[in-house]
């Protein structure tokens, strides 16, 4: 069972910057597929960015989001910048089994990431 754990969530003025993270427990945590998905008041979850083999993003936030992991800490990082208001939604942590994720239309697909973090707040302010 892995578990996830965000932070860095908060309060920015449009044009700013944030870095979320995410500790997972998963000793193994090399072999996972790790992505941020973010849900907005009213909206569907979406697909943000995953890594896995490589890295993919979503349209809405390529050129201006960065994902990356640190396996020795266990942690996957979601660097934000010039941050719109659009942006604002909770933001969550998944993780999947590596070899599930080989093209970017499966990076994008919920139900292969069977653990989620509890979810983080990001509000951008116009």
């Known amino acids: 069972q892995v578990q996830l754990v965000e932070s860095g969530g908060g309060l920015v003025q449009a044009g700013g910057s944030l870095r979320l993270s995410c500790a997972a427990s998963?000793?193994?945590?090399?072999?996972?597929?790790m992505a941020w998905f973010r849900q907005a008041p009213g909206k569907e979850r979406e697909f943000v960015a995953a890594t896995a083999f490589r890295t993919y993003y979503s349209e809405a936030v390529k050129g201006r989001f960065t994902i990356s992991r640190d396996n020795a800490k266990n942690t996957v990082y979601l660097e934000m910048n010039s941050l719109k208001p659009e942006d604002t939604a909770v933001y969550y942590c998944?993780?999947?089994?590596?070899?599930?994720?080989?093209?970017?239309?499966?990076?994008?697909?919920?139900?292969?990431?069977?653990?989620w973090g509890q979810g983080t707040q990001i509000t951008v302010s116009s």
């Open positions: 998944a993780a999947a089994q590596k070899s599930g994720i080989l093209a970017a239309s499966q990076a994008g697909r919920e139900r292969l990431y069977g653990y």
């Open positions: 998963e000793r193994t945590f090399s072999s996972y597929a």
